[in-house]
């Protein structure tokens, strides 16, 4: 991959936990594969813990997991693999990916 192409990007997820025998490193190291699988580089993670949700939709679950990784991609369609790749992922409830 080109540096010069490279765009940064900081993906938070929120994760659902409740029905997984998974914890928060196993999911963030499934999506580092992920993106790694997509030509990305990993720059770093942080686990932001659970937190309440300021407005739940669903009172069975008012709180996630949230899981914050930072990586770089020379392709801009690497948020969207991203989505796709996990959109049938029960352990993923939310995410959100901005351009830094």
Known sequence: MSEKNEKSYKATFILDLRKTED?????????????????????GSE???VRDFAR???QRFTQGHYVVVDFKSSDSKTPEVL????????????IF????
């Open 83 to 94: 989505k796709e790749k996990l959109r049938l992922d029960k352990r993923v409830n939310r």
């Open 56 to 58: 739940a939709a669903d």
């Open 23 to 43: 914890d928060a490193q196993k999911v963030t190291a499934d999506i580092s594969e992920i993106l790694t699988a997509a030509g990305s580089s990993v720059e």
């Open 47 to 49: 686990d932001l813990g």
């Open 97 to 100: 990916v901005e351009a830094n």
